[in-house]
């Protein structure tokens, strides 16, 4: 086609798309990237997404710019058939985390280019086969690359682990008050060294970073959706020092707030 498909739109359906021509800018919920030719993206049921065609990538020469193979199909029915099978684990988790738009690694991409690409020529239950080969090899991927803001702080740990989900759940309900280091190590009953150790370990982060992560991540929403200004988010999401707020929020988003606000717009526009 001359674009991709517009506007901002989401579905039911979980949707695998290869980018075959074009590129420019990836509308996902809270957050904006750019897609480029070749590039392999994934989509949960219900996230909100756009490609949008950058000025040169429009139709040239009569040729048309914007080409991709998509493949959809209904998550929920898909982990209720892989339900008992512990070889899938790592199928289910990714459909999980699909919630926050994921791009896959450059080193995964020719692979499951190919596999995508021979979807079509497959019968009846080998469509359903070959699928699940290319969410295998995709949930095999340890550089995956998580779009959505909103995903940043809960996508680094690739296992379940309760005490980790703990402190998520925690840090989740309770981001607007102040939360020191001692409560959530009392909650998992260690020591305060041996917690940020063990988070360190297990999610390739400190927990002060990711505090900041899902803080700033509560910010863009509020921004986007709510039209708060900077100061009311800052005072809406944990944070009583206006300049502390930006520095976080710049080095999350590489934005103000200001800036950000503007770029959503824009391209929701």
């Not at 360190?200 to 002060?208: E, G, L, P, R, V």
């Not at 200004?229 to 999401?237: Q, T």
Request: glycine fraction near 4%; charged fraction near 25%.
């Amino acid at each position: 086609m001359e674009n991709f498909f517009e506007p901002i739109h989401f579905h039911e359906e979980f949707q695998i798309t290869l980018i075959l021509e074009g590129g420019g800018s990836l509308f996902v919920s809270d957050s904006v990237i750019q897609f480029k030719k070749g590039e392999v993206y994934l989509f949960g049921k219900n996230l909100p997404h756009v490609f949008r065609n950058s000025g040169n990538e429009y139709q040239t020469n009569g040729q048309k710019k914007a080409r991709a193979v998509s493949v959809f199909f209904n998550q929920d029915v898909l982990k209720h058939s892989i339900l008992d099978i512990p070889e899938a684990y790592s199928i289910r988790r990714l459909i999980d985390l699909s919630v926050y738009g994921i791009r896959v690694s450059d080193a995964r991409q020719e692979a499951i280019s190919r596999k995508l690409n021979e979807l079509p020529e497959k019968k009846l239950f080998e469509k359903f086969l070959g699928l699940l080969e290319v969410l295998e090899c995709i949930s095999k991927d340890n550089k995956l690359d998580f779009i959505s803001c909103l995903g940043v702080p809960i996508h680094t740990v690739q296992e379940n682990i309760p005490k980790i989900n703990m402190v998520f759940d925690f840090v989740r309900n309770n981001y607007k008050e102040k939360i020191t280091l001692m409560q959530v190590a009392d909650l998992v009953n260690m020591s305060p060294t041996a917690f940020c150790r063990f988070f360190k370990y297990k999610s390739q982060k400190t927990f002060s970073r990711f505090l900041i992560e899902v803080r700033i991540a509560n910010a863009c929403k509020l921004l986007f959706q709510d039209d708060f200004n900077a100061s009311e988010c800052c005072y809406s999401c944990g944070y009583n020092n206006l300049s502390n707020f930006h520095k976080h929020f710049k080095s999350v988003t590489g934005m103000t707030p200001l800036e950000f606000r503007k770029n959503m717009l824009n391209t929701a526009n």
